[in-house]
């Protein structure tokens, strides 16, 4: 039958994976699987900060570039992930501001020098960027971090700025984890993104990473979720969806999973706002999961030789 590509380009939607750039150089069926199941790419972590400047003044944009490259030879959007987060910053910057060697005034010009330089660098090939990624606590407050603590609330609004100000046509979005539904942290972007646009800050797309658990369940109201947000003339996208379970894998299991991933794709595919729908890594032979959450696994469309899970036939007939 067709690929995912295929039913995707057919539906005018996006069909995305994060790409780990180690495995598209050594591994063949990974490369040829990239190009024949996705019209979008992301970068697992090439875009990340500690991977395009390792060093102060350093950059490495080698893997990065090779991602663009990749994708314009095979006709696919590119997801830019991520200019500003707490996690994954090189260890120069972090030590700086822990030391007091970089301080309030210094911290803020490296941020808009490293927004500006990564996103002229890849202007008009990125569709969308994903400015600030994971700004927010559980319980809807904003996470602390060296962004909060020295720069205050407005490094939010800045951020959007000086990408905008790099790139006009790319789309630029907020990104976090558990905000599929209607709860306290969802609601939060929500109302950040109501008073930023309505400032006329240039943020137009939420980001909804979906990294889902079977053993947690399935989040509510996530159609809701969408609609509200679409009702403030924002884009939305699925940007980082996998479905992990505790070990073994069973068969029941791997039905509920199929079922995250369909229902997933439906609420995204139901809603307007709604046009691209990204795996965080579409074979278990590369996961982020079993590494980062003991005893969990298995939560990619295919088992570690590639094989179709229950979950990759459900994106197809959703599709
Ligand atoms: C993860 C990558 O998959 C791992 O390879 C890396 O070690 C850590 O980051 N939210 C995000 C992604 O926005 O960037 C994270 O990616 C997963 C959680």
């Not at 199941?37 to 090439?46: F, G, I, L, M, P």
């Amino acid at each position: 039958g067709p690929s995912l590509r295929t039913l995707a380009d057919r539906a005018g939607v996006r069909i995305g994976t994060a790409v780990d750039m180690t495995a598209l150089a050594d591994d063949r069926t990974y490369r040829r699987t990239t190009g024949r199941d996705y019209n979008s790419v992301t970068a697992e972590n090439a875009m990340k900060w500690e991977s395009v400047e390792p060093e102060r003044g350093v950059h490495d944009w080698k893997p990065a570039d090779d991602l663009v490259r990749y994708a314009r030879a095979h006709g696919q959007v590119v997801r830019g992930h991520t200019l500003v987060w707490h996690s994954q910053l090189p260890v120069w910057l972090t030590d700086g501001v822990a030391d007091g060697s970089i301080g309030r005034a210094e911290l803020r010009k490296i941020l808009r020098d490293h927004i500006t330089t990564e996103v002229k660098r890849y202007k008009g090939k990125i569709q969308q960027w994903d400015v600030v990624n994971e700004v927010f606590e559980e319980d809807g407050s904003l996470r602390d971090s060296i962004w909060l603590r020295l720069l205050g609330p407005s490094y939010i609004a800045d951020a959007f700025r000086w990408a905008h100000a790099a790139d006009p046509k790319a789309k630029l979005f907020l990104n976090d984890y558990n905000v599929e539904g209607v709860n306290a942290k969802s609601t939060a972007y929500y109302e950040l993104a109501k008073r930023l646009r309505a400032e006329g800050v240039p943020v137009q797309g939420f980001g909804i990473q979906g990294h889902l658990a079977i053993q947690y369940g399935f989040p509510g109201q996530v159609a809701e979720n969408l609609a509200r947000f679409g009702a403030l003339g924002m884009q939305t996208a699925f940007t980082e969806v996998d479905v992990r379970m505790i070990l073994p894998v069973d068969e029941t299991k791997q039905a509920t999973q199929a079922s995250y991933y369909r229902r997933l794709l439906d609420a995204c595919l139901g809603a307007r706002s709604c046009r691209s729908f990204t795996v965080w890594g579409f074979t278990d032979k590369y996961s982020w999961v079993p590494g980062v959450f003991e005893g969990q696994g298995s939560a990619t469309p295919m088992d570690e030789a590639y094989g179709r899970k229950p979950a990759y036939e459900a994106l197809r007939e959703g599709l």
